[in-house]
């Protein structure tokens, strides 16, 4: 906890330097512990970030004796705009009759007190469910479906990171299973790019957990492509849909079904954010597409929202 605390207190003080949380682009001035504890998994623009600063900083000086909130606010701009820290200080030293160096001392004392209550409340919060661990989200989502006797899917995460230190990632993919299907054993999943092993872990009947080693720790505002291609052990395994309903962030999306000249096509349609037991009704719910000369159908999605399915279905 102790290490912890200090790394907290030092991204404080950098903080406060200047303007405090008024400087321009505070977002990036941001340290990566702060940045982790304020804005998860979030990436807001300056105004947005500027207000998610102040109001978190503000509640955790709330529990400081009034003294020391009064010092934190002033290093951090909230009730002083003046652009200088050290005037900023010395103006609130003259109204509580303390010098350069008494206040510069009580800074830091405000500093790091506020950085125990930051400590203790991610402590509170923390969550290390697998399916939902912090440090990234997907900016870009494509899944590539070739529909023949043994379907393949392709999936392709444009990944932006939001912590520092991020090796690994904990992604799922599910087949629903019906009676009288194959095992599953059969289903093989391979890296194509952005990472050097994968682990499977059959969670349940239908659902498959994996785990992708990254080829080296990432930071904070980085991106990095990753790929990863899913064989089926037969048509009989899937149900006649390529779809995603996110469960992290996802910006967009982009699916594509490519039909072998074997495989019969009546009708291919969208799902534009349905409710996901909309999938296995089998009925068009969205709009109609014809597939291309090469027997493919493509579309996108600009917006997605979490907990809604999008994608392609067919029958």
């Known amino acids: 906890m102790s290490r912890k605390v200090d790394l907290l207190t030092e991204e404080l003080e950098q903080l406060h330097r200047g303007r405090g949380v008024h400087a321009p682009a505070v977002e990036a001035k941001l340290g990566p512990h702060l940045r982790e504890l304020i804005f998860g998994d979030n990436e807001p623009d300056e105004s947005e970030a500027r207000?998610?600063?102040?109001?978190?900083?503000?509640?955790?000086?709330?529990?400081?004796?009034?003294?020391?909130?009064?010092?934190?606010?002033?290093?951090?701009g909230v009730d002083d705009t003046t652009p200088l820290l050290g005037d900023r200080l010395e103006r609130l030293g003259r109204l509580m009759d303390r010098g350069a160096r008494t206040m510069s001392r009580r800074l830091h004392e405000s500093n790091r007190a506020v950085a125990q209550?930051?400590?203790?409340?991610?402590?509170?919060?923390?969550?290390?469910?697998?399916?939902?661990?912090?440090?990234?989200?997907?900016?870009?989502?494509?899944?590539?479906?070739?529909?023949?006797?043994?379907?393949?899917f392709l999936g392709i995460r444009d990944i932006k990171f939001t912590h520092a230190n991020v090796r690994y990632l904990c992604e799922s993919f599910t087949v629903p299973q019906g009676p009288g299907l194959a095992s599953g054993d059969e289903v093989t999943v391979e890296p194509t790019e952005g990472c050097d092993l994968v682990e499977v872990n059959r969670f349940s009947p239908s659902?498959?957990?994996?785990?992708?080693?990254?080829?080296?720790?990432f930071n904070a505002l980085e991106k990095h492509r990753v790929g990863l291609k899913v064989t089926m052990?037969?048509?009989?395994?899937?149900?006649?849909?390529?779809?995603?309903?996110?469960?992290?962030?996802?910006?967009?999306?982009?699916?594509?079904?490519?039909?072998?000249?074997?495989?019969?096509?009546?009708?291919?349609w969208r799902y534009d954010g349905v409710p996901p037991p909309t999938v296995d009704d089998g009925a068009p719910a969205g709009g109609l597409l014809e597939p291309t000369p090469g027997r493919t159908v493509r579309a996108d999605w600009p917006i997605v929202r979490q907990g809604l399915a999008y994608g392609l279905g067919w029958s």
Not at 125 to 144: I, M, Q
Not at 207 to 217: D, F, S, V
Not at 236 to 254: G, K, L, M, Q
């Open 233 to 268: 052990p037969s048509r009989d395994f899937i149900r006649p849909y390529n779809i995603v309903i996110a469960v992290r962030r996802t910006r967009s999306f982009h699916a594509s079904v490519t039909f072998g000249p074997d495989i019969d096509v009546d009708k291919v």
């Open 207 to 217: 659902c498959w957990q994996l785990t992708l080693h990254l080829p080296r720790a």
């Open 117 to 152: 209550v930051l400590e203790r409340r991610s402590r509170i919060s923390d969550d290390r469910n697998p399916f939902a661990t912090k440090g990234w989200y997907v900016d870009r989502l494509e899944s590539h479906a070739e529909i023949d006797e043994r379907p393949t």
């Open 51 to 76: 207000s998610l600063i102040r109001a978190s900083l503000v509640s955790a000086a709330e529990v400081l004796p009034a003294d020391l909130a009064q010092v934190f606010r002033t290093g951090l």
